[in-house]
Structures are given as structure tokens and as C-alpha cells.
């Protein structure tokens, strides 16, 4: 069986870019016979970005309620948060000690750091955490941890799995053919969903638009999306606007079609956003609901998250095990 891993940090509310970019993608792959799929909380990874701990703990629940409220099956699909299985930081120490410090510093999230504190004249390293430093290395155990082959994650996510690869290929060099050599899965037609002001739709600019907004805040936060100022009437192109990379996501390919020739005919921008609207508001409403049903009883999400971090335990603690024992960390005979 083909084996499916992807996680969302817990550091806001899950988003349109999230849901297109990972979670519908691995929904999709969890029903599927032939894969073993591994959703998981990436509540350590929070921490990275986050100091407010009431924003995490409320973010995992928003997450948790979000997966379920869109149907994911927890029968074909182990689902889980981090932080409920020891045995991943612990395998994030062991690859540590086998990650090239220059690797790390080719990371995109890192160098974006360094290159925002020296245009604003401060030192390369201010404020930057060795967690951040070392995040793509907690990213590669929880992917290798699980074997996991194949990744579904938005295009700002390749390097750290190509990285996971990187890493895993130089332990099994060394300790032997432990790691399957994991790729990511990336949707060519949303590869980077773009948020209100055109940027990458991202927690970190401000921009998003959350997936399980209320009907009318929805309808609100679509008006928002900024747009060039062509009248009714005039042209548009539809390949540099959001309005229609955020429509190609939802919509059918006969959908997107229309909606090209709607922009080439000068279709007006509120005539476009109310389209827009109502076609993800009849994609999410039902969830939207489950969503505010799962949000209410916090003690049921938590029983399906014990659940999941025992099945995801039954596979982590004997492969750590393989694992202790290939770097010489075993009971002495
Ligand atoms: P995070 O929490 O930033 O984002 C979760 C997922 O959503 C995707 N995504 C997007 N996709 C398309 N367009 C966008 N605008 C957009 N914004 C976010 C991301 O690519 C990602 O797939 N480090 C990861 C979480 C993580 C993880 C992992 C993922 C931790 N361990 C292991 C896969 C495997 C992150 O911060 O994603």
C-alpha cells in the first residue's frame, strides 16, 4: 500500500489555500483502497511561530474539527497530533545529528528571516529561534517516522520534503535502508492559491480567506479580494487575476472554461465575486455546519484524536525501536 502523509500547523484557522493544497488532496487520497493515510496537528511545528498559547490550543481544535467536518474517514485514515507521539521528536533528534547544518541554511522559511532583518538593518540572526532554523528537520521525521511516500502539500512545502529526501537518503547511507525516500504531491491548478491581496493566501501575510466563514462573512471577505479597476464591459485577464485562480480551484474544468470566455466578455468584478461565492459557499455550507456542531463538543474531537495517536503509536514505537538499535542505542548484552 501506497502510503499518504500531510500535517497543518496549528497557528490560525484553516484557510481556502490549506484546504485545496493539502486537506481536500488528502481526503481524496484517504479513500482510496490502496493507501495508508497519515493526517496529522503539527502542534511542535506551532511553537515555531507561535508563543501564544491560547492561539495554538484554539488553532488544533479548529484544525481537528475542520478534517472531520470535511469527512475524513478516521477508519481508513490515521489521524493524530503531534505532540501524542513521543517517539517523533525523538526521531527528530536522531536525524538532527545526520542533517547537514548547510542544508539547513539553504531553507526558504529561514533565509526569508535573514534577509527581512538585514533590509531592516538588524543583525542576519535577530530573533530567529533555532527552531526555525531546524524546522525542516522535525518536518523530515514526522514524514519518515511513518514511511510515508507520498506528501500532498501546496508548492511552498517542496523544498522541506525534498529535504526530508535528502536527509533520510544520507542516514540510510549510513545506518542502512531504513527510510522510504518520500515525494510531494503537488496540484498543478493550485499550486499556490493567492489570498486577498494577490500574495500567497498565508496565516503570516494577513490575507486569507478561512474556509468555514460564516455565510455572510464569506460573501464579505470575497468582496475583499482586490482586483484592477476594469469597468463592466472591458476585458479581463483572467490568468493575473485572483478572482479566477481561486475560481480554477473550485470549479469543474468546463467551469473554468465559462468563466475564461465571462472574463474575456468583460464580466463585471461583483458579478465574478458573487459567482465566486456561491460556488464555494455550495462546496463548504454542509461542513460549515459540522464544523460548528464538532466545535461544540471539544471532548469528542479529543477521543478521536486519542484514538488516532494509539493507532499512529502501534507503527512509530516498533520502527523507533529499528531505528535506536541501527545507531547503536540498545539494552547492552
Ligand atoms: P502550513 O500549516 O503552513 O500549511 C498546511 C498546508 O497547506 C498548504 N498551503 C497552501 N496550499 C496552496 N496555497 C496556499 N496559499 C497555501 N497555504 C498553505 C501548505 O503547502 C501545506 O501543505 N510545515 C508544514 C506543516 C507540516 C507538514 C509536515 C506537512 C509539518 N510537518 C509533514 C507535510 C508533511 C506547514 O507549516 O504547513
Not at 539553504?106 to 538588524?122: C, F, I, P, T
Not at 510531494?184 to 486577498?196: R, Y
Request: charge should be negative; proline fraction near 5%.
Amino acid at each position: 500500500k501506497q502510503r499518504v502523509l500531510t500535517g497543518i500547523t496549528t497557528t490560525g484557522t484553516p484557510h481556502l489555500g490549506n484546504y485545496v493544497g493539502a486537506i481536500r488532496p488528502a481526503i481524496n487520497a484517504s479513500e482510496s483502497a490502496d493507501v495508508q493515510s497519515f493526517y496529522f496537528l503539527a502542534d511542535f511545528h506551532a511553537l515555531i511561530k507561535c508563543h501564544d498559547p491560547a492561539l495554538v490550543h484554539q488553532s488544533t481544535r479548529e484544525i481537528a474539527a475542520t478534517w472531520l467536518a470535511l469527512g475524513l474517514n478516521t477508519d481508513n485514515a490515521i489521524f493524530y497530533r503531534q505532540s501524542d507521539v513521543p517517539e517523533i521528536p525523538e526521531l527528530c533528534w536522531m536525524l538532527t545529528c545526520m542533517a547537514a547544518k548547510g542544508l539547513m541554511n539553504r531553507a526558504h522559511a529561514y533565509k526569508a528571516s535573514v534577509d527581512a532583518n538585514l533590509a531592516a538593518g538588524d543583525d542576519a540572526d535577530f530573533g530567529i529561534t533555532m527552531g526555525l532554523y531546524s524546522y525542516p528537520i522535525l518536518m523530515a521525521a514526522d514524514i519518515l517516522m511513518f514511511n510515508a511516500n507520498k506528501v500532498p502539500v501546496g508548492k511552498d512545502q517542496i523544498q522541506h520534503i525534498e529535504m526530508a529526501r535528502d536527509i533520510a537518503a544520507r542516514f540510510n547511507h549510513h545506518y542502512g535502508e531504513h527510510f522510504v525516500l518520500p515525494e510531494a504531491v503537488v496540484d498543478d491548478n493550485v499550486a499556490v492559491l493567492q489570498g486577498l491581496d494577490g500574495r500567497k493566501m498565508s496565516k503570516s501575510y494577513g490575507n486569507t480567506i478561512p474556509l468555514f466563514l460564516p455565510e455572510k462573512q464569506l460573501k464579505k471577505s470575497i468582496n475583499k479580494i482586490v482586483t484592477n479597476l476594469l469597468e463592466p464591459g472591458q476585458p479581463k485577464d483572467a490568468d493575473t487575476s485572483t478572482v479566477f485562480q481561486i475560481w480554477q480551484a473550485f470549479a469543474t474544468p468546463q467551469q473554468t472554461a465559462d468563466m475564461r470566455q465571462a472574463f474575456a466578455e468583460g464580466i463585471a468584478w461583483g458579478e465574478a465575486k458573487k459567482q465566486l461565492f456561491e460556488l464555494i459557499n455550495a462546496q463548504v455550507g454542509e461542513a460549515r455546519e459540522k464544523y460548528e456542531a464538532l466545535l461544540a463538543n471539544p471532548a469528542h474531537i479529543e477521543e478521536i484524536l486519542q484514538a488516532g495517536a494509539e493507532k499512529a503509536r502501534a507503527h512509530s514505537k516498533p520502527f523507533l525501536e529499528k531505528v535506536r538499535a541501527a545507531v547503536g542505542i540498545k539494552k547492552i548484552q
